[in-house]
């Protein structure tokens, strides 16, 4: 089979990626064809976290997320399989409370166990939650790696729309398809990169707190991605300086170190997501969509890549496919 | 059914639009608890929010915007304008943050906005504290609803100060009353209807909840049971572990 896909951030690399896996010959289009600032996907925290995810998401992001680890793994090799720690200020004990009650796969650790597990954390928390089985991933360096194996595999990439009919069309151009999904909206998410050299951690480490949730993903050699804010908003472009203050002013919490570290970059970006936050497929003709994946580009873009691909391959209607015509 | 501005709403109940997991969980909880009014902010989304705010205006409750997140006169000013062409109403639930952690009302700069805002023809519920000087205030410069806290904005505290709003709706019997803010559990939001609040305003007790829809139609049930207790003439409690009179030689068993 002969597919063209539209858009090449994270949810078409992966169509991509699965087709090409299966056999088939894959040619992407988009205005800007390498990875890079335009594509909401460039701005991803990498958390792997599908346990986490469920505290506040449907269960089927849990259920779905399970396999992310293994497909990134495989496709990218660039999987960190550390696990995620969840820590909250004392005022907020209630939090990881509740936050544990609404999530699994995860023990409870004490301060002695969480020294253990980072060490420049030691002191500083009581108790938090641990979740073994999680991962991340650097989501530039794995949308490179994934570009450049489909490359070796023949796939080829446009800016243009090439000549010469595909079987079938996927559209996986995320907000941009709004002309066509009109009941996808934008949720808006900022995020900040530091260096900071004076603190190492392995692992995400998110710090729950009622009003200003915050992540942090180490991205190796003392630098830290910060995350993400979520407005109903589709603005997209540069951050606020509440946003910033709000995030930095976190990030200072759980450790003062943060207070020297150099902010490397900023971003803010919207991302693409229907009304239950959850992705959704849709057949039109010969158009397949594929979109909505929300704040879970990386934990779900392989399930509904899978998805789409057994749909193509054999008629099936998936889970997220709630349109055939 | 509670009257604003000579507006009269299906539900006692008010509930907010924030912190939802999804607008889908929103949209089950307004069904589930068919709230008269819908709270909706805008100052953080920079005028990008259209596609959400289309998503509350089809919950079927009418809509009252606010100035969450201003901290100054001027911020609020300026919200509850663009708010006013945004969602074509006069109706604005005034917010003026005086402290940024509690986000406790700063209720100096609330008067001064609600004055600015009433004589711009705005209909101003107040965000306030339970104090009779700051509400008397309120009143003198036209708002025709007063909506104290009953604790801070997402503490869900409940009804911090119980003998003050009483004071409050002793001192103001005819003008609508809501307690706004801090409501945790189906019973602070009923002990509110209890001592004759019009109306209870709430957000994070639904929104945070483990099941949005479950605990929104647990909330409605407790604004009508209150409601219609207040209306009943409840009894009067009498502490019979303080006796007042000696019992002995009494015909107590008479």
Redesign the interface.
Known sequence: MRARILGAGVMGMAIATELAARGHQVELVDPEPAPGPHACSWWAGGMLAPHCEAE???KAVERHGLSAIDWWDRHTGAVSRNGTLVLTLARDRGELA?FG??SRGHSTVDAEAIAKLEPDLAGRFTSGLFYPDEAHLAPRAALMALRERLVAQGATFHTWAPDGAAAVVIDARGLAARDALPDL??V?GEMLVLRCPDLSLSRPVRLLH??IPLYIVPRGEGVFMLGATM?????RGVV?A?SLLEMLSAAYALHPAFGEAVVLETGAD?RP?F???LPRLRRRGATLYANGLYRHGFLLSPAVARMAADHLESDTIPEFMDEVS | MPVFYDIEVGSALMLGTAQYPSPAVLAEAFRAARPGIATVSLRREQGGGQDFWGLVQGLGAKILPNTAGCHSVKEAVTTAHMARELFNTRWIKLEVIGHTDTLQPDVFALVEAARILTDDGFEVFPYCTEDLTVCGRLVDVGCRVLMPWGAPIGSGLGINNAWGLRALRAHFPDLPLVVDAGIGLPSHAAEAMEMGYDAVLLNTAVAKAGDSAGMARAMALAVEAGRAAFLADPMEPRDMAAPSTPVIGKAFLA
């Open positions: 506040s998401t449907e509740r009650r609404r909206r934008g808006r009622p009003r407005i109903e908003s589709d603005r606020t509440r919207a997501a009304p239950d936050n």
